[in-house]
């Protein structure tokens, strides 16, 4: 069984930066797409950024794009989501979650394992 383990959230200015890890256990999961994904107080969830089994390819949402870095470290089962540049509208539970494709994919549906997230709060 595979576990998701979110840390690194906070609460934070804006314009702060932040660090999200995601530990993963019970499985190698170095061939696996990784995705970071958030849901804000009553709004759907929402693609972050996905970074590939070999940590070669990424794709980030619009608002992402820029200000996030999405990486992963396949020795420690680990994947990361750096964020610059905080703005309130970036308040929400961060999700990191692992498909067996191996290919970025912004969809959540492909995504088999969800960790239980962790809450990121930025003030103005």
């Known amino acids: 069984q595979v576990q998701l383990v979110e840390s690194g959230g906070g609460l934070v200015q804006a314009g702060d930066s932040l660090r999200l890890s995601c530990a993963a256990s019970?499985?190698?999961?170095?061939?696996?797409?990784m995705g970071w994904f958030r849901q804000a107080p009553e709004k759907e969830r929402e693609f972050v950024a996905s970074i590939n089994w070999a940590g070669s390819s990424t794709i980030y949402a619009s608002f992402a794009q820029g200000r996030f870095t999405i990486s992963r470290d396949s020795a420690k089962n680990t994947v990361y989501l750096q964020m610059h540049s905080l703005k309130p509208e970036d308040t929400a539970v961060y999700y990191c979650?692992?498909?067996?494709?191996?290919?970025?994919?912004?969809?959540?549906?492909?995504?088999?394992?969800w960790g239980q997230g962790t809450q990121v709060t930025v003030s103005s």
């Open positions: 019970g499985r190698d999961l170095s061939s696996y797409t």
């Open positions: 979650a692992t498909d067996s494709s191996g290919y970025t994919t912004r969809w959540a549906t492909s995504y088999e394992y």
